[in-house]
């Protein structure tokens, strides 16, 4: 039992840390994309 706790809270905070690389990413390439057109 604990040890599938422990499974699915690995799979979130990866899932997680995925989603924030993604935002940070995307935000980082808004702003390029603004510097260059602007």
């Known amino acids: ?6 499974n699915l809270f690995a799979k979130t905070k ?3 840390i995925f989603a924030a690389v ?3 990413i995307s935000r ?3 702003k ?6 602007s």
């Open 1 to 6: 039992m604990k040890r599938k706790i422990l």
């Open 14 to 16: 990866k899932r997680h």
């Open 22 to 24: 993604k935002t940070t």
């Open 28 to 30: 980082l390439f808004k």
């Open 32 to 37: 390029v994309t603004y510097s260059v057109t």
